[in-house]
């Protein structure tokens, strides 16, 4: 038995109010422990923000470029990334469960590039979400598209299952090739993800208007990669995405995709992180890349 406390001499500090916190991420103050303890492994709680390293492209899209084996390209990137989205395949079968950071499960599919992508279906159970530790689920929102009404289904479902359980969902707005990508139908697709419970939101930057679209979302917002473009130019876009209010990327093609993976994930961290701006972070960039190349060559 513990050794009853007899010191007299305690100090309540009474006349200190209790300390209270308000929780860092917009639009969260008001969730649950857990679900804020989950919020803080994919958002870095000193910076508010996140890398998110995605790499759950196949499960549409098969082996895409830079994902043909996960367990070689995406692993020794896991260290420099907050969080990984990834499928419950690819999570199981490459992700070494030592891995301590955020895990974004993939929790909607169905079609295959071949067919009608907006036409998901939730793709996993809440119980399968715990098991896997997850600390949010993915749900593809297609607003504008043919299964319009259905991918909202499956987002607020996900919303009921994640909040009883105090899993994070995360509402990815999905632009078909024939929708605009402008400020107009992202803050339409981002605001109607958050009114209808989303715990976050990614979408894509836009160059015109896209404080307005993080202004008008009251949940933090990611931006996805979108297509592999010129590593100088990703972190221009992603300098100028959390400038201007997003918290954080989601980041794949763009990373993984890279000339040097490794080297694009930290100068993408000094961005999100740090507030570096596109040049010096591009300079660091090149500086890790060229270190590289040098080991190499004396390796032989
Ligand atoms: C697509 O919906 C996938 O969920 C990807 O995770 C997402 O597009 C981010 O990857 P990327 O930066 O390659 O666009």
């Known amino acids: 038995m513990a050794d009853a406390d007899t010191t007299s001499a305690k100090d309540y500090h009474v006349d200190i109010p209790m300390v209270s916190e308000p929780f860092f991420l917009r639009g969260s103050n008001n969730l649950d422990w857990g679900l804020k303890n989950r919020l803080a492994k994919i958002f870095n709680p000193r910076s508010g923000r996140t890398v998110m390293l995605a790499f759950d492209h196949g499960y549409f899209l098969g082996p895409t470029s830079g994902l043909e084996r996960v367990d070689l390209s995406i692993v020794p990137l896991t260290p420099y990334a907050d969080t990984l989205m990834c499928t419950r395949g690819i999570l199981r079968s490459c992700i070494p469960p030592t891995y301590t950071g955020g895990i974004v499960v993939r929790a909607s599919g169905g079609p295959s590039i071949l067919k009608e992508l907006s036409d998901e279906e939730i ?3 809440i119980d399968e979400a715990i098991r896997l530790n997850a600390a949010a689920m993915a749900v593809q929102v297609f607003v504008g598209g043919v299964h319009e009404t259905k991918s909202i289904h ?5 919303v009921d299952l994640g909040n009883a359980h105090g899993i994070a969902t995360l509402g990815v707005t999905a632009v078909g090739k024939e929708m605009a990508r402008d400020a107009k139908y ?3 697709a981002t605001r109607m993800c958050a009114e209808l419970g989303a715990t976050y939101v ?3 930057y836009v160059e015109d208007g896209f404080d307005t679209v993080a202004a008008a979302c009251p949940v933090p917002i990611v931006i996805a990669g979108g297509k592999k473009v010129p590593e100088a130019e990703a972190l221009t876009f992603a300098y100028k995405a959390v400038q201007e209010g997003a918290a954080g990327v989601d980041m ?3 990373i993984f995709q890279a000339e040097h993976p490794v080297a694009m994930i930290q100068a993408v961290r000094k961005v999100v992180h740090e507030n570096c701006k596109p040049k010096p972070a591009y300079d660091f960039y090149l500086t890790l890349k060229n270190e590289k190349a040098k080991k190499a060559k004396s390796a032989r």
């Open 123 to 125: 793709a996993m159970s």
């Open 252 to 254: 794949g093609r763009n």
């Open 186 to 188: 992202m803050r339409l």
């Open 154 to 158: 499956n987002m607020t479902r996900l």
């Open 202 to 204: 990614k979408t894509y």
